[in-house]
């Protein structure tokens, strides 16, 4: 099993910046991959970032590409988002994932198969 927690999420002014930190425990992190994901309210989750578990490969979403920088330190068992330029349409409840350990990344929940509890983010106009 691996617990995941995320944090660093609130209320930001659109052209802000926020960090979210997403700390693991319950297996070795450096075997895991990582993902992000957001869910819009009334949508369905999507994809937004994930880096696998040697750091050598990053995937991000077209609607984040230039912005959003996912990034790992596996000496803190944790993965960051480094989330720039923030639009109102970034409010999202953003989701840490982790694959199993030393499976691929990929942009679907089925890649995935530990979740954290969320956190949400909040972009005013």
């Known amino acids: 099993q691996v617990q995941l927690v995320e944090s660093g999420g609130g209320l930001v002014q659109a052209g802000g910046s926020v960090r979210l930190s997403c700390t693991a425990s319950?297996?070795?992190?450096?075997?895991?991959?990582m993902g992000w994901f957001r869910r819009f309210p009334g949508r369905e989750r999507e994809f937004v970032s994930a880096?696998?578990?040697?750091?050598?490969?990053?995937d991000d979403a077209d609607s984040v590409k230039g912005r959003f920088t996912i990034s790992r330190d596996n000496a803190k068992n944790t993965v960051y988002l480094q989330m720039n330029s923030l639009k109102p349409e970034d409010t999202a409840v953003y989701y840490c994932?982790?694959?199993?350990?030393?499976?691929?990344?990929?942009?679907?929940?089925?890649?995935?198969?530990?979740w954290g509890q969320g956190t949400q983010v909040t972009v005013s106009s």
């Open positions: 880096i696998s578990w040697n750091g050598v490969r990053t």
């Open positions: 994932a982790s694959t199993h350990s030393f499976s691929a990344i990929g942009r679907r929940d089925h890649n995935y198969a530990y």
């Open positions: 319950g297996r070795a992190f450096s075997s895991l991959g």
